[in-house]
């Protein structure tokens, strides 16, 4: 073989800190990316404590408008971009490959790659606390109050380049995912066998490479008005603004649908399982969920019905997405079937996702009410929508993803979780949530706008945002309940058998936690909910691997590429030698990448 | 007979429970969101807000029987399909064509049932037909960095914060930002319409009784949005343009000494008031930066609608602008304030407040 420089040998780590640097198991990378956004979705959580401890009566001074600005900056984008996304990412990691019969992704190391670069995005993002300031323009970033004229400090800055590098992440993975789940498939997994929790992430995923690059679009001109003076929002210029608002809302709205497809996939995982029936309907779940997405591309205005952009514009926008809660509506309906005449086991995920049905009912009835244009001018930029946006997103997506997390929990951890925490804790988030969230219906109507860091007591708001802010602390509690049950199970809970819920697909009928390379043998598979069908005829037997199983192996490479791309964000920022200097990295790193040698397999 | 009498009793019973629990509903609803409330959606004092409103209740009553509904088949699923042990195995449906026919077309009914009104509700919002009194009044409204302008172009008037209508007609108010994103809200008489800058908005709204409406800046525009505020004074057409006509008329007429001093103050370099405001009537005072301040006196609030116009709360605002709205030009510009020149006394504020109080 021809030498190359940089030839490195591939590490050998089986333990430690390096091991996890180096991994490219689909399984560890899953864990980095679930236990990472959680802790950013605590951060999160704690922003919005700091706010609505601000907003707990009329005329408060804990908190100063600039602060409080910069607060809810980042509470939405770090709860949208890190923390609700990559708990996404996490479950594709883990669990694609186990659905679908496969060793590891397509491309391994490409994975390793997309957790390190959100990990930088995620470090770019905070690190502004710390350099002047957070990015305090919302997590839209309206133009024109991003540009220089009315934003000096850095925040912004941050806030563009962070995007853009949690972008570039996503996009890895979601080729990633793409390829693996077309090509990695065992055989007999046809696409009508996928299993719903794979099929949405697909669909997730194709949405993410075709969305992604819009936003990337509007950052990159965003960026070149600030840096380089250019003026495709400096309105002073010419500039028009309502560019922003079009190309943030075509990659916004398909991201609301990149945030709820994999929690629709995880409640119709758990749903079956628990009342012993297939997913009722599943062509048409199936089918609703590539609707939805496809429809998702033609809905972006009605976040702009008070724009300005007319009688007819808003009508065919109110008409779209009104339609688009046909498909949502059938999917409510397919699952209460699937749970019609079965068995039902109420334990703690199947309690998580039949709360997701319910109070994702809320926000999609909130979310039609919205579609009118008409009175939606009454309720745009109020607590009416902050009220509806909770509801999808923390009563749609975060409530279906902390039951998946205690599905899958003695899958990835080999244990079992205390069920009777499980539930305290599941009846007091979903208790605390409605008394956080319900009231802000309350306060909008009564013309509460949202943003805004403090209120007169003359309004009568006064009582409605104490009860929303004493819910938030019990939401803490509630979460406290969640974080203690999954740590201490994780370190001492009971060992978990294979298949704990007499389960359909195929993760279950491999041990918990899964060995390195899964599958001993690829399964072949016959039906859909294979393993349900395999055990209702009893053909479960273990088949003895052959014992010659090629692994991918460990890389360096992904995780300098992406210290590399760490490195020219602060450059961009600060000072362009240093941009150059992490670019060199990245592609030094992506060189030494291609031309890595493999270990002899002995 | 018998029977059908009784039927009927059946029926009433459930016309009177169907009654009284819409009738708590609503009861709850206005509880919480009190109408009395200066910007409650639900207190509709005109026809445009009514008819969003209108339209609100539709989607209300519909979302609200669609989500007992499913609340009820949730319920009813949980307490009669509990697994109890030594059940069979339920039988493995997977699909039932026809069942999943009618839950797609029963949806796509109730959508474009809702359609057609939702539409008309567009474009009736959009401009006032034939039956509204319409006499053209035209207003400019202007969002700034964090108050709002208001030109009567027709009558060469510009004021600030405070705009006033007559009753029982249609108004166009046109919409411009000299900054960022603003919106101009008045919850009680019509939903917001956003005030951006390069794009010409405008809305249309018709106040039916006399009254201090409030308002509200609506899009996020930066630190102080939340003190973004103005009202809009509803009065009768002899009443609003008698208003009109004492706008017009120059407001510096008094002789007191006090406001004399305060005038000085106003127009000297040092405190330099007059380079961002205009008072009408006087040489020097022909700034734009700040809200014209010609009439002050006949407001009935300042500072964006934050503040009530009296002696108090213009000395707290006088003292320390960046206190009561931070962030503020004046603030940032005025070199009594951003310590480029002495501050005031409190005997130099209380002459300026002496002289604004009486800009009648």
């Known amino acids: 073989m021809t030498s190359f420089p940089l030839q490195i040998s591939r590490p050998i780590h089986p333990t430690g800190i390096w091991n996890w640097i180096t991994t490219i198991d689909h399984k560890r990378i899953g864990i980095l990316y679930g236990v990472t956004a959680f802790i950013l979705f605590i951060i999160g959580g704690i922003e919005a404590m700091l706010m609505r401890s601000q907003l707990a009566s009329s005329n408060m001074k804990l908190i100063n408008p600039e602060l409080y600005n910069q607060l809810f900056t980042m509470h939405g984008t770090t709860m949208i971009f890190l923390a609700i996304m990559p708990m996404g990412a996490a479950f594709f990691n883990y669990l694609i490959p186990l659905q679908i019969g496969a060793r590891d992704v397509a491309f391994p190391r490409l994975n390793a790659f997309s957790y390190w670069t959100f990990l930088a995005g995620a470090i770019i993002l905070n690190a502004s606390w710390f350099l002047g300031g957070a990015p305090n323009a919302g997590w839209f970033?309206?133009?024109?109050?991003?540009?220089?004229?009315?934003?000096?400090?850095?925040?912004?800055?941050?806030?563009?380049?962070?995007?853009?590098?949690?972008?570039?992440?996503?996009?890895?993975?979601?080729?990633?995912?793409?390829?693996?789940?077309?090509?990695?498939?065992?055989?007999?997994?046809?696409?009508?066998?996928?299993?719903?929790?794979?099929?949405?992430?697909?669909?997730?995923?194709?949405?993410?490479?075709?969305?992604?690059?819009?936003?990337?679009?509007?950052?990159?001109?965003?960026?070149?008005?600030?840096?380089?003076?250019?003026?495709?929002?400096?309105?002073?210029?010419?500039?028009?603004?309502?560019?922003?608002?079009?190309?943030?809302?075509?990659?916004?709205?398909?991201?609301?649908?990149?945030?709820?497809?994999?929690?629709?996939?995880?409640?119709?995982?758990?749903?079956?399982?628990?009342?012993?029936?297939?997913?009722?309907?599943?062509?048409?779940?199936?089918?609703?969920?590539?609707?939805?997405?496809?429809?998702?591309?033609?809905?972006?205005?009605?976040?702009?019905?008070?724009?300005?952009?007319?009688?007819?514009?808003?009508?065919?926008?109110?008409?779209?997405?009104?339609?688009?809660?046909?498909?949502?509506?059938?999917?409510?309906?397919?699952?209460?079937?699937?749970?019609?005449?079965?068995?039902?086991?109420?334990?703690?995920?199947?309690?998580?996702?039949?709360?997701?049905?319910?109070?994702?009912?809320?926000?999609?009835?909130?979310?039609?009410?919205?579609?009118?244009?008409?009175?939606?001018?009454?309720?745009?930029?109020?607590?009416?929508?902050?009220?509806?946006?909770?509801?999808?997103?923390?009563?749609?997506?975060?409530?279906?993803?902390?039951?998946?997390?205690?599905?899958?929990?003695?899958?990835?951890?080999?244990?079992?979780?205390?069920?009777?925490?499980?539930?305290?804790?599941?009846?007091?988030?979903?208790?605390?949530?409605?008394?956080?969230?319900?009231?802000?219906?309350?306060?909008?109507?009564?013309?509460?706008?949202?943003?805004?860091?403090?209120?007169?007591?003359?309004?009568?708001?006064?009582?409605?945002?104490?009860?929303?802010?004493?819910?938030?602390?019990?939401?803490?509690?509630?979460?406290?309940?969640?974080?203690?049950?999954?740590?201490?199970?994780?370190?001492?809970?009971?060992?978990?058998?294979?298949?704990?819920?007499?389960?359909?697909?195929?993760?279950?009928?491999?041990?918990?936690?899964?060995?390195?390379?899964?599958?001993?043998?690829?399964?072949?598979?016959?039906?859909?909910?294979?393993?349900?069908?395999?055990?209702?005829?009893?053909?479960?037997?273990?088949?003895?691997?052959?014992?010659?199983?090629?692994?991918?192996?460990?890389?360096?490479?992904?995780?300098?590429?992406?210290?590399?791309?760490?490195?020219?964000?602060?450059?961009?920022?600060?000072?362009?030698?240093?941009?150059?200097?992490?670019?060199?990295?990245?592609?030094?790193g992506v060189y030494a990448w291609s031309f890595e040698p493999v270990n002899d397999p002995d | 007979m018998f029977n059908l009498s009784r039927k009927i009793l059946f029926i009433n019973k459930l016309a009177k429970t169907k009654f009284l629990l819409m009738a708590f509903i609503t009861l709850i609803l206005t509880i919480s969101c009190s109408s009395k409330d200066p910007q409650s959606t639900f207190d509709t004092l005109g026809p445009v807000s009514r008819l969003q409103l209108e339209l609100f209740y539709i989607l209300f009553w519909v979302g609200l029987i669609i989500f007992i509904l499913i609340t009820a088949v949730v319920l009813y699923i949980i307490l009669k399909y509990r697994a109890k042990s030594g059940d069979p195995i339920p039988e493995q449906i997977h699909g039932n064509t026809k069942l999943e026919i009618i839950w797609t077309i029963l949806p796509i009914i109730i959508i474009v049932a809702i359609a057609v009104p939702s539409v008309q509700a567009i474009f009736a919002s959009s401009k006032p037909d034939n039956s509204f009194t319409n006499n053209d009044l035209t207003i400019n409204a202007t969002g700034k960095q964090w108050w709002f302008e208001f030109e009567y172009p027709e009558y060469g008037l510009i004021t600030a914060n405070e705009v006033h209508i007559p009753i029982g007609e249609a108004v166009t108010i046109k919409l411009h930002s000299k900054d960022v994103l603003h919106s101009f809200w008045v919850p009680k008489l019509a939903g917001k319409v956003d005030m951006v800058p390069n794009n010409n908005n405008h809305l249309w709204l018709q106040a039916d009784e006399p009254g201090i409406y409030y308002g509200h800046c609506a899009e996020f525009c930066g630190q102080a949005h939340a003190l973004m505020r103005f009202k809009l004074i509803a009065e009768t057409r002899e009443e609003f343009e008698a208003w009109i006509i004492h706008q017009k008329t120059n407001a510096w007429t008094t002789t007191d000494p006090l406001a004399q001093q305060g005038m000085e103050i106003f127009m000297s370099r040092e405190a330099g008031c007059y380079a961002c405001h205009t008072i009408q009537g006087t040489d020097k005072a022909k700034g734009n930066q700040g809200p014209n301040l010609t009439h002050f006196a006949s407001r009935t609030h300042f500072a964006a609608g934050i503040l009530e116009n009296n002696q108090a709360n213009l000395r707290e605002w006088l003292k320390d602008p960046n206190k009561v709205k931070p962030g503020n030009l004046m603030a940032k510009n005025a070199g009594i304030y951003n310590g480029t020149a002495d501050e005031l006394t409190d005997n130099e504020i209380s002459a300026l407040i002496a002289f604004l109080r009486g800009l009648q």
């Open chain 1, 141 to 588: 970033g309206y133009a024109p109050i991003t540009g220089k004229a009315y934003n000096v400090g850095h925040g912004i800055d941050f806030w563009i380049v962070s995007l853009q590098v949690l972008g570039i992440a996503s996009l890895a993975a979601a080729f990633n995912f793409i390829v693996t789940i077309i090509n990695m498939r065992a055989p007999g997994m046809t696409f009508s066998r996928l299993p719903v929790f794979t099929w949405m992430s697909f669909i997730t995923a194709i949405l993410l490479v075709l969305a992604f690059p819009v936003i990337t679009v509007a950052l990159i001109e965003l960026m070149f008005d600030r840096f380089y003076g250019t003026n495709f929002f400096i309105t002073s210029a010419g500039g028009n603004p309502v560019l922003w608002q079009h190309l943030f809302w075509v990659f916004g709205h398909p991201e609301v649908y990149i945030l709820i497809l994999p929690a629709m996939g995880i409640v119709s995982e758990i749903l079956p399982t628990f009342s012993k029936k297939p997913l009722f309907g599943y062509p048409v779940v199936i089918l609703s969920g590539i609707i939805i997405a496809f429809m998702g591309w033609m809905v972006w205005s009605h976040h702009m019905f008070t724009v300005g952009l007319g009688p007819v514009a808003n009508s065919v926008f109110a008409l779209t997405t009104m339609a688009i809660a046909i498909p949502t509506g059938v999917k409510i309906f397919n699952w209460l079937a699937t749970l019609w005449k079965g068995s039902l086991t109420l334990n703690t995920p199947m309690l998580y996702a039949i709360g997701f049905i319910l109070t994702f009912t809320i926000g999609g009835i909130s979310g039609v009410m919205h579609s009118q244009a008409a009175s939606d001018a009454q309720q745009q930029d109020t607590y009416f929508i902050v009220a509806h946006i909770h509801y999808v997103l923390f009563g749609g997506s975060l409530i279906a993803i902390l039951g998946g997390i205690y599905y899958w929990f003695p899958k990835f951890s080999g244990r079992m979780y205390n069920e009777t925490l499980g539930k305290l804790g599941f009846y007091s988030f979903f208790i605390a949530m409605n008394i956080t969230f319900f009231p802000m219906h309350f306060t909008g109507l009564n013309g509460m706008p949202r943003r805004i860091y403090t209120y007169s007591s003359e309004f009568g708001w006064d009582f409605w945002n104490l009860i929303s802010t004493i819910g938030v602390f019990l939401l803490a509690a509630a979460m406290i309940i969640f974080i203690y049950n999954i740590v201490s199970s994780w370190i001492n809970g009971e060992k978990a058998p294979a298949d704990p819920w007499d389960a359909r697909t195929l993760e279950w009928s491999i041990p918990s936690p899964p060995p390195e390379y899964n599958f001993a043998v690829i399964p072949t598979v016959e039906h859909r909910d294979d393993w349900w069908e395999k055990k209702m005829q009893n053909k479960t037997s273990e088949e003895i691997s052959s014992g010659d199983i090629h692994l991918p192996q460990p890389s360096y490479w992904p995780f300098v590429v992406s210290i590399g791309l760490l490195i020219a964000a602060f450059g961009l920022i600060y000072n362009i030698p240093v941009a150059i200097l992490g670019t060199a990295i990245t592609m030094i």
